[in-house]
Structures are given as C-alpha cells and as structure tokens.
C-alpha cells in the first residue's frame, strides 16, 4: 500500500477495506460450525511464531488471507449457540456499525477541543444510567471537607471505562480517598500530612463477599493497601449476610482500622448472586462506610422490563461498576464507573497546561485514569436508540429464562447434577454418570472441560463452589434453541461416561498389579 493513512484522498480504499473485512466476517460466521477449531494452542502458536515480521505482505488482501488462517479459522465463537462458557455476549449489529464509525472517525474522548459531540453523546449516556440507577432522586451527597477545589458539581456522574476490572479500581480509589480526605480515627480534623496518611493506608480495609472478583484483590494491591486488606465474608450462601457485615464493620472500627469500602455484587461471576443490596446499603450508611456496588455482570438488569427488582437499593451505592460488555450485549470494551456524588472525581483529576488547565472548563480527560480514550459510548448509544432500553434488557431477560430453562433440564438428568438452580443467567451442574459414586464425578468435572475444549464442539467452563469443582453454563443468549443445549449436554455426558471408564479401568488395572 502506497498511501495506507485514511483521508479524503483515499476513502475508496478506505470503503474497499472495509468491503473486505465485513466478507472476511461473513466468512467467519457462515463457516463456523463448532464453536472453535479443534487445532491445537501448541499448533497455533508454532504458526504465529513461523511468520516473518520482517517482510511486509504489501497489500491488504494478502494481510487477510494471513489472519484467516492465524486467527478467524481459530476464533473462539462467542455468538455460537455452543458457546456456553464465560461472559462473553454475542452482540447487537448496530454496536458493530457504531464501532466502525467511532474507529474511522477515531475520536478520542478526552477534551472539548477533541471531541465535543462525542463528549456530549457520552454523558448523556452517563446521566442516564445514573438515572437508571436511581441516583439522581437519591437523598443529599455528603459533605467533603477538602472541597475547596471541587469544580464539578455535586450531582451523580460517570466515565466510561475499559472494562469491570478498570471501573472497579477507580470506584476504590475514589473510596480510598474520599476516606483519607476525612479525618481519621481519633485524630483532630486536618492533621492529614503525608505520615499520617501512610500510617491510614496500611490500616485500610476492603469489605467484601466470599465470590468477589479477582479485580477488587487487584485493585487493593494496586491501590497500595496492605497484603491482607480485602476481607472475605463468608456468605449466607452464595450472597453476603448483612448481620456478618454489620459485626465485621463495628470489629474493625474497634481495633482502630478503617474501612475505605464495603464490595457489594450485583451478580458474582459464577453464579449471578445478587447481594441484598437495599440492607447492604444501609449498614453502609449507619457505618458512614463507601458501598462500593459491583454490578459488571447484573448491570443489564438496570433496563431489564420484568427483573428491575433484583438491583432494588443499588441506589444506596456511592459507586457503580456496569460493564456494558456482558449484559448490555455490546462488544468489547464498554464499562463504566457511576458515582453518587460525582465531585469524586475530582480526586482522578491532573491539570495540565496542554491539555487541561486548572482555570478552565472541565473536560472528559478530568474523570478518567485515561488520557486518549475510545468513543466505546457510541456503540451504545446506536444500540440504544436503534432498540429501546426495553428492547436491551430483553435479551437479557431471555438469557435469563433460557438458563431457567437449562437448569431443569439438567435437574431432571440422572447423569447430570444441578449444582445451583440459576440465579441470573449461569448454571452449575456436575457430570454424574451412572458407573460412578458421588464425589467420584469431582475428578471428572476438569478432564471432561478439557476433553470439550480440545474437541471445540461445545465450550463450557469449569469452576470451584462450596470446595467442589463443577462445570458452568455462561448462557448470554436469548436465542438459544433447545437442540443446541441438548448437544451441548450430550458432549458432557459422553465425555464424562468415557472418561469414567477411564478411570474405573485404571482402578482395575491398579488393584490387579
Ligand atoms: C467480569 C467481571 C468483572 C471484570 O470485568 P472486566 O470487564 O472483565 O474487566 C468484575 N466483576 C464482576 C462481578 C465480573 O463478573
């Protein structure tokens, strides 16, 4: 390519371009008949290690035929029907087209001499999901003594983010320094110099349930709080049990540590528990506690027309994690972090005279711990007002009821155990085949995983509940027809019967010798 940079000049071949890519994903979808190749991660990787990076291909469509063979033909398919693994959603069209437009365009959203439209199309969408939220008709914000230099107003706010993780270590920074701005325990307001809040830091606590994600550990590390920081409640059953948190607040306050935030989850990774929220929230208040509300994965609740009622009290956080990437079926990435009271932000904010100055107005770049960030609003703006709020929280809730509906399948299988019955859109279960006693089937649940995997006809993932592994159902597709799940679940028995037998011939054969 002789001039490859897109401009007015060559927009043909910017239309050519994107021509073939949309045919090379057609290709992709028609061709896919498992979920993903059976080609082997080690035969993968010797391909991509085999080509030459020093020898340019010169044109786009060789560069295509490259990727096909490197990265199409092996994509793992999330929108195939046997895709039941992780939270991967497939995803709504006019998110695509709006993807095309926001990396042809490539604004970055970052200030109002960068981006303007785009600014004003993202917090329009912020202000609505805090609406969606309910923050906006929440009670008063609190007070903040070092508000001196708050240049934002006291108002519910957000920022979009690269993902649940990123959303979920801003919100506990903001906690953590919305507790280090307020005096600490038994120490006269302002005397905060830097020893003081070094000694505050190593005494911060994180308060969360027994299936937190592995982000907020991450975050608290980051975040520079000591090893032991995150405390796990042991739950009432799969959610946190708010007397447990009641006692463990008052604990710690009186052993003289100071709790930057308590994590609620709006939706555990495995399986879609929901905290009670509302309780949760006012335990929080009554302890003048961050409740911090990870909802990466229940966020789509928030426009779900039949189960709003599962968030009732995510008002009550001070911070919302909504990743818009699961449950809003929006491709990857699109998150975002919600604040109650958005003067929070301040706290992410740097000035710089290139870019920010502290005298002028306030700008995107202001909230976000990214300075050149993607327009990711755009895709859900497009999807958004192609389909409706309702028509986005409908495919949700027929997620929801098709995992329902898996679930009593599975329940009435005598070669199949119901772990979990769904809460939101995951199913536990366990393989039980016949020739195999009880706990015998643990040993089964990751080879049969592996064997699926490595086949590539059906995908599902295993995990670890109350100690025992089991096998997930991650079900993001309201489409999902009763055939494909029963073909997903024959593969697990036929997997698991012939990997019992398996084992009972290496029993056999260990007893003989
Ligand atoms: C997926 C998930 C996250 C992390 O989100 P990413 O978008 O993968 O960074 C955080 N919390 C929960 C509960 C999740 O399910």
């Known amino acids: ?111 109002w001499d960068q981006g303007t439209s785009a600014c004003l199309i993202e917090q329009r969408l912020i202000d609505w999901v805090t609406g969606l939220i309910g923050f906006a008709s929440s009670e008063d914000t609190p007070d903040h003594p070092d508000d001196s230099h708050r240049t934002r ?29 307020r005096p600490g325990p038994g120490r006269r307001t302002g005397s905060d110099g830097a020893s003081d809040r070094g000694a505050r830091l190593s005494r911060l606590r994180i308060v969360t349930g027994e299936h937190a994600h592995l982000s907020v550990v991450k975050a608290a590390r980051l975040l520079g709080l000591a090893p032991d920081a995150v405390i796990t409640l042991p739950g009432d059953g799969d959610r946190m049990d708010p007397a447990t ?8 306050t009186d052993a003289g540590d100071e709790v930057a935030a308590v994590v609620a989850l709006a939706g555990t990774t495995d399986h879609g528990a929901i905290d009670p929220l509302r309780e949760v929230g006012g335990i929080c208040r009554r302890h003048d506690v961050w409740l911090h509300v990870d909802a990466a994965y229940g966020g789509g609740l928030l426009v779900s027309p039949t189960r709003r009622e599962l968030l009732d009290g995510i008002e009550l956080a001070d911070s919302v994690t909504v990743d818009f990437h699961k449950t809003f079926f929006l491709p990857v990435a699109a998150s975002a972090l919600l604040l ?17 100055p502290a005298d002028g107005e306030d700008h995107a770049v202001d909230k976000s711990l990214q300075t050149t960030r993607r327009f990711d609003a755009l895709k859900l703006w497009m999807t958004l007002r192609v ?15 098709v995992a329902a509906r898996i679930g009593r399948t599975i329940d009435a299988d005598p070669e199949l155990e119901l772990v979990r019955r769904p809460d939101l859109s995951t199913v536990l279960f366990r393989p039980r085949p016949a020739a195999v006693a009880g706990d015998e089937s643990d040993a089964l649940v990751r080879p049969v995983r592996d064997a699926l995997f490595a086949e590539g006809r059906s995908v599902v993932a295993a995990t670890v509940v109350d100690g025992r592994p089991c096998l997930k159902l991650t079900v993001l597709d309201p489409y999902l027809r009763d055939e494909d799940v029963d073909a997903v679940l024959a593969d697990v028995r036929d997997a698991a ?14 007893v003989l010798t």
């Open 387 to 401: 389909m409706g709020a309702d028509g986005i929280g409908r495919l949700l809730d027929g997620a929801i009821d």
């Open 1 to 111: 390519m002789n001039d490859p940079l897109l401009g007015s000049r060559n927009r043909e071949a910017h239309a050519a371009a994107l021509a073939a890519a949309a045919a090379e994903v057609n290709r992709y979808l028609v061709g896919r008949t498992t979920p993903r190749s059976s080609v082997s991660p080690a035969t993968l990787a010797a391909q991509t290690a085999a080509v030459d990076l020093t020898t340019p291909l010169g044109t786009l469509d060789k560069a295509l035929d490259e990727v096909r063979g490197l990265y199409l033909d092996h994509a793992v398919g999330y929108h195939h029907p046997r895709y039941l693994a992780h939270l991967n959603c497939p995803i709504t069209i006019p998110a695509v087209a709006a993807e095309t437009l926001a990396t042809s365009v490539n604004t970055a959203v970052e200030t």
């Open 497 to 510: 019967s012939y990997l019992a037998e398996g084992m009972r011939q290496a029993t056999t054969a260990g």
């Open 153 to 181: 107003g006291a108002g519910p706010d957000g920022v979009f983010t690269t993902g649940g993780t990123a959303s979920n270590l801003q919100g506990l920074f903001t906690a953590r320094e919305d507790r280090l701005s």
């Open 245 to 252: 948190l009641d006692r463990t607040l008052s604990a710690l």
């Open 340 to 356: 109650r009271d958005g003067s929070g932000f301040r706290h992410s904010t740097v000035s710089a005279d290139y870019l920010n």
